[in-house]
């Protein structure tokens, strides 16, 4: 808790993963991959409480061992491949709400697919959210070598701009400007607004994480990587 603020983390983990199957409980590094989720949650020092959300029963079973709180299996319609987190998190907050008699200021959704991701990382998220009163704060890292004028398409095997053109010279790094994307790692909202649909809020804050813990495991290539820099900080 913080500033007696009540905040929910929600670990998402469906069953069905295509591209790396029974990617939240396979192995990474000696541990499940959910394993670092449930760690960096319980190292928080704001998170008030924190549940995992799934329909699988073997992710159920491993998040327990791993130390997990897992106090429903959450409906096969909301782990379909084309589910999102959204209705995902109302759903366990409403379940805490009408079982459990417990209500949250704010929710925290947290993907076992970042485990990068630290407790300093989502206690920085807390803090800022209620010290600036934001509807939103979303973890987010910079796109390095970034330029709308070196986006392009591929038409009739024809290199095209896709924004803008280019001129008669590559651009220059220097001419593009700070873009960031979310990183995934990170989404704290409102509990108000995610109950009336809305994740992001008219006010959304930037948390920036740095590339090495931005990682969002979707191929092998990030499985890897995810290795190579979890090695790092060993």
């Not at 591209?19 to 190292?43: D, F, M, V, W």
């Not at 930037?206 to 191929?219: A, C, G, K, L, Q």
């Amino acid at each position: 808790m913080y500033r007696e603020k009540r905040i929910l983390g929600v670990i998402t983990a469906r069953g069905g993963s295509k591209g790396i199957p029974r990617k939240n409980i396979k192995i990474l590094s000696g541990k499940p991959l959910i394993s670092y989720t449930i760690e960096a949650a319980q190292k928080s020092k704001y998170l008030t409480r924190t549940i995992v959300s799934t329909d699988d029963e073997t992710i159920a079973q491993t998040a327990r061992q791993c130390g997990g709180e897992v106090p429903f299996l959450r409906p096969a319609s909301l782990a379909e491949d084309t589910s999102t987190s959204l209705p995902v998190v109302q759903h366990a907050l409403n379940w805490i709400k009408e079982q459990q008699h417990e209500e949250y200021d704010y929710v925290l959704i947290l993907q076992p697919t970042s485990p990068l991701r630290t407790a300093t990382d989502i206690d920085a998220c807390i803090t800022k959210i209620i010290d600036t009163q934001a509807d939103s704060v979303m973890s987010m890292v910079e796109l390095s070598d970034f330029s709308l004028k070196k986006l392009k398409k591929i038409e009739a095997d024809l290199i095209l701009p896709l924004a803008e053109e280019e001129g008669s010279a590559s651009a220059l790094r220097q001419e593009g400007i700070k873009v960031y994307k979310r990183n995934c790692a990170i989404y704290l909202t409102k509990v108000a607004l995610v109950l009336a649909g809305d994740l992001f809020g008219k006010i959304s804050r930037p948390y920036i994480m740095p590339p090495e813990r931005s990682v969002d495991i979707n191929t092998l290539f990030d499985w890897e990587l995810a290795e190579f820099f979890l090695k790092k900080t060993v």
